[in-house]
């Protein structure tokens, strides 16, 4: 693996475009991003680390459509998606983005069946339950279609997040420290459901971590720091990933 510095992968295909993106908080006197540029691209799996306060979360978000820049696009296979107005930003989403955060976001009143079917009814898609059931079978939750969330230890909730987010068929999976609420044998078990996801269907996974174990598990790791992209890692390693991180941190 080298270390290429500053010096941006090439990416062929990207699913996601981010080009020059500033974002404030000006209530809390933030800058969060200034001036990123990155790229993220079909069947790839890419991890986004970096000290506390350095824009890791908000780049997944204005990614992902989930936040509107102030300045620079977004671009979601193609589509500049930082214009939209609602409701088509909502339906670019629903159509193309999956999404798995470490709080899981399920539905407690709804049976982990409906739970996984809930993003396509609300994008009055037609749910494909075929797929729906074999994305559970691959995620280890068939037999357990009728529980509901409340019933589940953490490293199954995360599981249905994730069954959530693949029986779209999304383009793109954004993760947000996904592995961060679990213990160490059930994050390692998600981390390879991720990886599948990009091996067997072609996924684009973008992971914000700050693990460089869990990190290990990408083919390429970008760096922020302060709002802006640093460094970036291809086919990581954990040791080379923490060594990169303690660079960037002491900048």
Known sequence: MENRGTAPVVVDRPVVEVVDVVK???GAGVQALRGVSVAFAAGTFCAVMGPSGSGKSTLLHCAAGLDRPDSGRVLLAGQEIGGLREPKLTQAR???VGFVFQAYNLIDSLSVWHNVLLPQRLAGVKPDRDWAREVLRRVGLD?????RPGRLSGGQRQRVAL?????SRPEVIFADEPTGALDLSTGREVLGLLRESVDDVGTAVVMVTHDPSAAAWADRVVF???GRTVAELADPTAEKVASQMMAVSVR
């Open 224 to 226: 922020l720091a302060d």
């Open 143 to 147: 037999g357990r279609e009728n529980d």
């Open 24 to 26: 404030s908080y000006p």
């Open 163 to 167: 069954a959530r987010a693949l029986a």
């Open 94 to 96: 629903r159509r193309r």
